[in-house]
């Protein structure tokens, strides 16, 4: 096995070049933890990079791009394996080599109860700042193990209801005329379109998209529009065409613009580049109608669960999103969504290379696989 071999070779860089705090030894921790061998059990974290290949040049308002760079992860305890990914587009600022550095100074050799979750995750985040595309590599192989030992799925952990998934976008590129009807046809079974905004052309793509379906459209402008007039105009416009909602119309930096757009437009206006983690949901009450939750910026399950429950906690819309990554981190999002009001789960779709099978798209909706954990398997 090749991809056994590139996971051992990688975790060698974890390797000796350590200075963490002494922690209590693992059987001081927790005495009475049981594996199935009857020995105190660890976590052993191994992780290897990979190249997904995009199906199409995908460009939104400031780039474009063929591949993206994730690192796939496994934690192994007692004779399980926890599945976890790290999605890093390049304007994140995480790498291959980042994500490496961090996940080899990831020592987990105190921890021998994986149902510590929350002082696991605690101890992740404190070993460096940022980082959180590897963070969620982390946070969501420990999901995935934790729900194969008790044999359960996240939704189900999480008390959520399997049929409440909402339909997934998917989203439609900036390109010519012909190439976007062409896209349109091709996303024949989603029920709720997704379009990149943010250029000259932004009325045309909507026109475009008229002119073949009227499904309903939820726009991204991606921090492009540079004026709040502007902005208003064109989203009053948008309002008239079935647009559902519009997600970071300007620079997340232009708050007053923000929060005054959101007082006066017709549509939800929704946080993603304006919204990292937990601490930040409770400040873009009133200047957002809604945030866009992803695991890659936040840092995993765990924290997007505490994100949705803050976010309608205070009345605010929830939408779950994800970066192009394979079915791993996509159907650890998707244990989530039915919490949600929107989804945007269609990165797995996106790619040519996936090596995980596990949530499905059947007409548009999410479907969540019966498997435990993150709902996955090794394709
Ligand atoms: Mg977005």
Redo the contacts with the bound molecule.
């Keep these: 096995m090749s991809n056994r071999r590139n996971f051992l070779k990688y975790s060698g860089l974890a390797a000796g070049s350590l200075i963490l705090p002494k922690a209590i030894s693992a059987t001081e921790r927790n005495p009475t933890i049981k594996t199935k061998s009857g020995k105190p059990a660890s976590m052993k974290l191994r992780f290897r990079p990979y190249d997904l290949q995009l199906k199409h040049v995908f460009t939104i308002a400031n780039n474009s791009r063929t591949t993206t760079p994730v690192m796939l992860t496994e934690l192994e305890y007692d004779g399980l394996i926890g599945y976890g990914e790290a999605s890093m587009p390049p304007y994140l600022g995480e790498s291959h080599k980042t994500a490496a550095e961090f996940l080899s100074k990831v020592d987990l050799s105190s921890y021998n109860d994986p149902f510590e979750i929350e002082d696991i995750i605690q101890y992740i985040d404190s070993i460096a700042v940022g980082n959180y595309a590897a963070k969620a590599s982390v946070d969501i192989a420990l999901h995935d193990l934790v729900g194969k030992i008790v044999k359960q799925p996240w939704h189900k952990l999480w008390g959520l209801n399997r049929t409440k998934t909402p339909n997934t976008s998917f989203t439609i590129g900036i390109d010519t005329p012909e190439v976007v009807k062409e896209k349109v046809k091709e996303a024949e079974i989603y029920k709720i379109l997704k379009v990149k905004l943010g250029r000259e052309n932004d009325k045309e793509m909507i026109k475009t998209i008229r002119s073949v379906t009227n499904k309903p459209i939820c726009v991204?402008v991606?921090q492009g529009w540079k004026d709040k007039q502007m902005a208003l105009e064109m989203i009053q416009w948008l309002a008239t065409q079935g647009v559902v909602f519009v997600?970071?119309p300007m620079s997340k930096l232009a708050v007053d613009d923000i929060a005054w757009l959101t007082l006066n437009s017709p549509l939800p206006i929704i946080a993603?580049?304006a919204v990292q983690t937990v601490n930040d949901v409770a400040g873009l009450n009133k200047i957002y109608s809604g945030i866009?939750i992803k695991l890659m910026k936040c840092g995993g399950m765990r924290n997007a669960n505490k994100m949705a429950l803050i976010a309608k906690a205070m009345g605010m819309k929830v939408m779950i999103?994800c970066m192009t990554e394979t079915s791993c981190a996509v159907s650890a999002a998707a244990q989530l969504s039915p919490l949600a009001d929107w989804a945007d789960l269609d990165g797995n779709l996106l790619i040519s290379n996936d090596i995980y099978e596990g949530t499905k798209v059947v007409d548009g909706k999410i479907i969540l696989s019966d498997l435990p954990g993150i709902g996955i398997r090794l394709k």
């Design positions: 991204d991606n997600e970071q993603d580049e866009n999103g």
